[in-house]
């Protein structure tokens, strides 16, 4: 997982990146700064799933994917907990120098996807 980051005046070009499964169906970049609506992430050749937002920098935001509806967060951030039990990854764009920081992050080892309930 990865997450690409181009600061901007006010707002800055977040690119996210999630490796997911090989039939993985959907997976669906949710977070607080649209108030959890969420937005499909497009399937790419590779096989990771991206989408690329504006997104207001001097804030700090929670995100998550839902991958085939199992929620998973990105272990390249810190983690928050939810209301519902589960967890949120932790996007700083709050601090100078957070979004440089994050866009330096290196992506993680490939890890399993989420075994998904037949």
Known sequence: MAVE???KVKKAT???TTQAGDDTLQVIL???WDNWKGQE???NSDGTFSAKL???LGKSYQFGYLIDEIWTTDPDFPLA???FGTNNSILDLANPGAEKAVAEKKSA???KPPVRKR
């Open 5 to 7: 980051i181009v600061p």
């Open 14 to 16: 977040v690119t996210f």
């Open 30 to 32: 949710k977070g607080d």
């Open 41 to 43: 992430m497009k399937k």
């Open 54 to 56: 504006s997104i207001d």
């Open 81 to 83: 907990d939810s209301p």
């Open 109 to 111: 080892p490939k890890r």
